[in-house]
């Protein structure tokens, strides 16, 4: 147990960091977050890009799964609905990026809320199932309403344009998705020391209980639904804008999944997990690609494998996660800081 932090007031011992350490570590990280751009080639750039899309949609399925208790495989559906409202405003209004983010994010809360209605009366299996319904249904709205959507064709959309600049390659992009990341991170570890974030957990841990207590389950509900929806909404949304292209492909059930391994694999109920959950699901299908390029020689349209051996292994990591780790990777990494505390004196 960690002793000489003490708190004099309750503001302190709920504050998101609560020492002058954790500030200090927070400060290093701000700090390497702007020097990153200046000591990497595009390749890291757009890799960081892509993960910071990612982390931001893992959060928000992070606050409905893994908060909230509420099985979700609609997350990349509802992300598809923030891209083609950001590509429809893009081509159709040519609104500022900005505003156009901003109505990705509450155009799909509505969404959200709406396919969350059944979470008012199932839960578990059989909302996954909802969900999986909604996807399908969004799925066939983008393929089909050509007039909004482009149908199978899809839409293009133009790099986003700060300052007179178009934000066009990851090196210019990175400075647009790195801010609202930490902020939208730093936004969802706060909703957790407020009522609404703590209302939130209490229905996961025990819905019944949580009704007793005062706590309107729909309402909650409806509302985790929307947070989440809202995150998935800025992540399709700055999807659009990285690709400058999409088309209902883009967002497949496949995607969904993905995200529900990230917080598996990352750790449900946490943010941290959310963050390191995107970085590892991430950098796993590429480092399957370097293990593909190894294998051309030697196998016969060895790239032909990379799909299906990495639908396989995100499968293999959700289950092995679940048995060995089912808090994930944030578990590790507490255990790893609680030896360092106590290190060198540990028994």
């Avoid at 004099?8 to 500030?23: C, I, N, S």
């Avoid at 159709?92 to 990026?97: D, E, G, L």
């Avoid at 939130?200 to 929806?229: C, Q």
């Avoid at 969904?256 to 699901?281: D, E, H, R």
Wanted: charged residues 10%; glycine residues 10%; hydrophobic residues 55%.
């Amino acid at each position: 147990m960690r002793i000489g932090s003490p708190k004099e007031t309750y503001a302190a011992d709920e504050g998101l960091f609560r020492t002058r350490t954790q500030w200090a570590w927070f400060g290093i990280l701000l700090l390497s977050l702007v020097l990153f751009p200046f000591l990497s080639n595009l390749y890291w750039l757009y890799l960081v890009c892509l993960i910071s899309i990612h982390v931001i949609s893992a959060t928000g399925l992070n606050i409905l799964t893994g908060y909230t208790g509420q099985v979700s495989l609609g997350q990349a559906a509802f992300m598809g609905v923030g891209a083609y409202t950001v590509a429809w405003l893009d081509n159709h209004a040519a609104t500022p990026f900005v505003l156009n983010l901003l109505a990705a994010g509450g155009v799909t809360t509505v969404v959200g809320m709406v396919a969350g209605l059944p979470s008012l009366r199932v839960k578990g299996l059989y909302l996954a199932i909802a969900t999986i319904a909604a996807s399908f249904i969004l799925h066939f709205v983008f393929l089909n309403w050509e007039s909004v959507t482009g149908g199978a064709r899809g839409m293009n959309i133009a790099p986003p344009q700060a300052f007179g600049h178009e934000l066009a390659n990851a090196d210019t992009f990175y400075w647009l998705v790195m801010p609202v990341t930490v902020v939208m991170v730093l936004l969802a570890a706060n909703l957790f020391r407020t009522r609404v974030g703590r209302a939130f957990i209490a229905i996961r841990d025990r819905d019944i209980s949580a009704s007793v207590l005062g706590i309107s389950l729909p309402v909650y509900k409806l509302m985790s639904f929307a947070i989440a929806s809202f995150y998935a909404g800025i992540a399709g949304g700055f999807y659009a804008y990285f690709f400058g292209a999409i088309n209902p492909e883009s967002f497949p059930l496949l995607m969904s999944i993905f995200y529900l391994a990230a917080v598996i694999v990352g750790g449900l109920g946490t943010i941290l997990g959310s963050i390191l959950g995107a970085v590892f699901m991430t950098l796993t299908p590429e480092l399957l690609r370097y293990g593909v390029d190894v294998m051309e020689p030697f196998v016969d349209d060895a790239s032909a494998l990379l799909s299906p051996v990495r639908t396989m292994v995100f499968g293999l990591l959700i289950v092995g996660f679940l048995l060995f780790e089912p808090h994930g990777l944030a578990e590790i990494w507490r255990r790893v800081r609680r030896f360092f505390h106590l290190w060198p004196f540990r028994n």
